[in-house]
């Protein structure tokens, strides 16, 4: 499984949004899932949420990688993991990971 893979897969999970909305934990949320951090400017187009989501994966993927080699579990349950850490945050999946 490719990373592009995992991207779309994110992508098709999250849906997309091109207005923000306050997600679940009342955070302004929106694009594939970001939650708008203070001082960041909200997007106008899907462009720019993709840069954003860019960034997201990258966050997430390091993430995942901090948390096991990519090379010691199966292609496809890595995926599982970046997608957990990037809908979770790394900080709630430990805390849930720990549980």
């Not at 096991?68 to 993991?81: D, K, S």
Request: hydrophobic residues 30%; aromatic residues 12%; charged residues 30%.
């Amino acid at each position: 499984m490719s990373y592009e893979d995992i991207k779309e897969r994110i992508k098709l999970h999250e849906g997309y949004r091109l207005k923000t909305y306050y997600c679940t934990e009342n955070h302004l949320t929106g694009g594939y899932g970001h939650k708008m951090l203070d001082g960041e400017s909200i997007p106008s187009d899907e462009a720019g949420w993709s840069k954003l989501f860019d960034k997201d994966f990258k966050i997430a993927l390091k993430g995942a990688q901090g948390l096991i080699e990519e090379n010691m579990v199966h292609p496809t349950a890595f995926g599982i993991l970046i997608e957990m850490v990037y809908q979770l945050d790394l900080k709630k999946y430990k805390q849930k990971k720990t549980i």
